[in-house]
């Protein structure tokens, strides 16, 4: 059974950081994996997906790069701004669901 | 605009009521999904769909319904049977049978029992 795991549960930082999110996945047979960004009491809002054969995308502050064999993803935003506080969730793709993580939650202050 | 409309935002229930809460897409998208989130877990899949009148139990369908009668809506009861339905309920859909295809997700509906 998939397993996804995200490191840490919480992050504070100051605006104009970079910074790193976690992903970490227990079964490498997977379709793809896609980051969400979620605001309080809101959906899900789609960042970025990577497909199982590419080892990174990119769009904007955000980089997000994928390690299928190591089961492990990381979501690299640049110099971060008060606007990005929010909850950061992965998901891996296996046959026909997807499989979450519980989340970031990143507060940048300003 | 394109998209997934979900509705009622809020909702309330009494004890022993079935609910009902509505999932509309007009992106042309065969399957549908709906998500139960809680405070602290990740999102757990209810029920999906991956084409009009068939469906399939996610992870945890004990005390819900679904019906897929139309290709833009997915409706979700929330039955008496349920233990604990207070929760976030989000709808999403994708394409079919596309497993490399990015998933689309509504504002999600927020159900809180009396």
């Known amino acids: 059974k998939q397993e996804v795991t995200q490191i840490p549960a919480a992050l504070s930082v100051p605006e104009g950081e970079n910074l790193v999110l976690n992903c970490s996945f227990t079964?490498?047979?997977?379709?793809?994996l896609q980051w969400f960004r979620q605001d309080p009491g809101k959906g899900l809002t789609s960042l970025l997906l990577?497909?199982?054969?590419?080892r990174e995308q990119t769009s904007g502050r955000l980089n997000a790069s994928l390690d299928k064999s190591s089961g492990r993803s990381t979501l690299y935003i640049a110099a971060s701004q008060p606007g990005d506080s929010a909850t950061y969730l992965c998901?891996?793709?296996?046959?026909?669901?997807?499989?979450f993580g519980t989340g970031t939650r990143l507060l940048v202050s300003p | 605009d394109g998209g997934i409309t979900q509705s009622p935002k809020y909702l309330f229930r009494k004890e022993g009521q079935n609910v009902t809460l509505s999932c509309e897409q007009n992106?042309?998208?065969?399957?549908m999904y709906w998500y139960r989130q809680d405070p602290g877990q990740g999102l757990r899949l209810i029920y999906y769909?991956?084409?009009?009148?068939?469906?399939q139990k996610g992870d945890i369908a004990e005390g819900y319904s679904v019906s897929r009668e139309k290709k833009e809506s997915f409706p979700l009861t929330v039955t008496s049977a349920q233990k604990n339905p207070t929760a976030f309920y989000l709808c999403?859909?994708?394409?079919?049978?596309?497993?490399?295809?990015?998933?689309?997700f509504g504002e999600g509906s927020r159900l809180t029992v009396l």
């Open positions: 079964d490498s047979a997977i379709y793809n």
């Open positions: 998901a891996v793709r296996g046959f026909q669901k997807l499989v």
């Open positions: 999403a859909s994708g394409l079919r049978h596309r497993n490399t295809g990015e998933l689309f």
């Open positions: 992106l042309n998208h065969d399957a």
């Open positions: 769909s991956q084409i009009v009148n068939d469906f």
């Open positions: 990577i497909q199982s054969s590419q």
